[in-house]
């Protein structure tokens, strides 16, 4: 008999007061028990409409079944099929708009939780024996991936599965992309990013790191001299974009991207780095997306004594995983809604003293079918602060469309593809954010499998 309970197995998490100083992991993820309990409220839908929300097709009822019979190596078999990042997406997803928004039994309660039994499952998985080495025939036909975040490993995984000899080219001096310089450990621990690369280099993966593709070799180099037959690129939308409003230059302003690579990359995150990053202070972050909540947790972390998030809508439009909104929030973050930025103040060396916002009312809904802010009349103020970091966005970087012939943009940056990842040129297929601009994890994995198919088909077509 099912458990009828309408509230989720509640995830165990550390303290607000304890975690909100140190960067360990907020949720800690449930026991045996409660994975199985809480699979028990699984229906066991025929039509299985979660899997409908989910973009790379996990068969949630199966693996759920599994875990509800405590069968955890059969339920890791079941996701595997389709998800090649489980530890990752069952962490990172935001699952109250894909797979968990299509649960019935969200319909009188909350829904079943995906996305916490995804990260059991996988994590359960991960502490077992070590990962076996590579048994998979190899066909020789070599292939080159560019970029190491989501997109990229998705894609290798998958041609490394078929037979390919892929070699992975990554511009900094780490694989995972956002996954590693992004998002902070508290959310998504690095050993877990690592683990997954350390499975595909086991399976015959070549990484190249600190090789910028575009200097130092472009992708056409890639295909007429070095030997690849077919390329897929996954650079992401790394590039920062900022509001255009005075005081952007001033000391003590950051792109939340520079912010977020010195605090992972750059170590920040270790108590007494010398990394040099603001600590302490009033910081003010300007967005409202998983980027800015990142930021504002980061700062806090580093010693903060205030954090404040401007955000130019309402609480209900904040485009945030709703977990991490809710974790911010018992954190003591402040949250100022319906309020946008005019211009940065400056101190009298060119630093930043507080940050002068208008009050915002919400008009009519705009092609993306939210209510368009509009600013009401004088209703400035100004929030004092010594550092601000812009999270409003970011855009892919030009550097591959400027190196490589023939490859179509669209005019904000993303490459041009077909429904199968094929660019403009012969031989080169994309995926992830550098087509889409910035989205989420799973959309760029499922872009990298599906270039991954596109791109066997391409190869065998090429061989007859
Ligand atoms: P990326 O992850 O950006 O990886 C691209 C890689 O390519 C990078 O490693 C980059 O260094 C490399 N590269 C770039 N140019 C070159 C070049 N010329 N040569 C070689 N390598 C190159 N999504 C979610 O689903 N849930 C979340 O909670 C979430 N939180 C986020 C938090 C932050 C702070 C950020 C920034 C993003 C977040 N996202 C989240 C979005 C998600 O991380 C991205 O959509 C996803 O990582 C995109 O994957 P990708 O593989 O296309 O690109
Ligand atoms: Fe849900 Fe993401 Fe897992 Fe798909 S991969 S089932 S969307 S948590
Ligand atoms: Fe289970 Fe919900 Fe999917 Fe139905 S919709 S099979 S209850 S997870």
């Not at 996988?122 to 080159?144: F, K, L, M, S, Y």
């Not at 030997?227 to 255009?244: K, Q, S």
């Not at 954190?331 to 208008?358: K, M, Q, T, Y």
């Amino acid at each position: 008999m099912a458990n009828l309970s309408p509230k989720k197995v509640p995830m165990p998490a550390r303290a607000p007061k304890l975690r909100s100083r140190d960067f360990l992991e907020v949720a800690t993820g449930y026991t045996a028990e409660q994975a199985i309990e809480e699979a028990g409220r699984c229906l066991q839908c025929k039509h299985k409409p979660c899997t409908g929300g989910c973009p790379v097709q996990v068969d949630i009822p199966s693996f759920v079944a599994e875990v509800a019979k405590g069968d955890f190596a059969a339920a890791y078999e079941v996701i595997s099929r389709t998800s090649s990042l489980p530890a990752v997406c069952g962490r990172v997803c935001p699952q109250e708009t894909q797979c968990e928004s299509r649960c019935v039994r969200g319909k009188n309660g909350e829904p079943v939780a995906i996305g916490r039994l995804e990260r059991f499952v996988a994590d359960w998985h991960n502490e077992q024996a070590d990962v076996p080495a590579c048994t998979i025939a190899q066909n020789g036909r070599r292939v080159a991936v560019v970029g190491s975040g989501p997109a990229g490993l998705a894609c290798a995984g998958d041609l490394l599965r078929m037979g390919y000899d892929v070699t992975m080219f990554e511009a900094l001096h780490l694989a995972g992309g956002v996954l590693v310089y992004g998002i902070p450990e508290f959310r998504l621990p690095k050993a877990i990013v690592q683990q997954e690369i350390r499975r595909l280099q086991k399976q015959g993966l070549h990484l190249q790191t600190n090789m910028v593709i575009g200097r130092v070799l472009s992708v056409d180099e890639l295909m007429e001299q070095q030997g690849y037959e077919a390329v897929f690129i996954g650079t992401g939308a790394g590039l920062p974009r900022f509001m255009n409003i005075p005081g952007e230059n001033l000391g003590g302003v950051y792109s939340a991207n520079e912010f977020l690579t010195r605090v992972n990359l750059m170590k920040a995150y270790v108590p007494d780095s010398p990394t040099p990053i603001r600590r302490g202070g009033r910081v003010v972050v300007v967005g409202g997306g998983n980027v800015a909540m990142d930021a504002a947790r980061c700062a806090l972390r580093l010693g903060a004594d205030k954090v404040t998030i401007v955000y130019r809508r309402s609480a209900e439009e904040l485009p945030a995983r709703a977990e991490e909104v809710e974790h911010a929030m018992e954190e003591g973050i402040v949250f100022r809604f319906l309020s946008n930025p005019v211009e940065i103040v400056a101190d009298d060396h060119r630093r930043v003293a507080g940050i002068h916002c208008v009050e915002m009312e919400l008009g009519e809904a705009d092609a993306s079918g939210r209510r368009r802010p509009v600013v009401k009349a004088d209703s400035d103020f100004i929030i004092d602060a010594d550092a601000v970091i812009m999270a409003i966005g970011t855009s892919p970087n030009p550097l591959i469309k400027s190196t490589t012939a023939g490859l179509e943009t669209q005019p904000f940056g993303g490459i041009v593809t077909n429904e199968w990842g094929a660019t403009s040129r012969p031989g080169v297929f994309a995926g992830g954010d550098a087509v889409t601009g910035a989205a989420t994890v799973i959309l760029a994995m499922g872009a990298g499998k599906t270039a991954a198919e596109a791109m066997d088909k391409y190869m065998r077509q090429k061989n007859q």
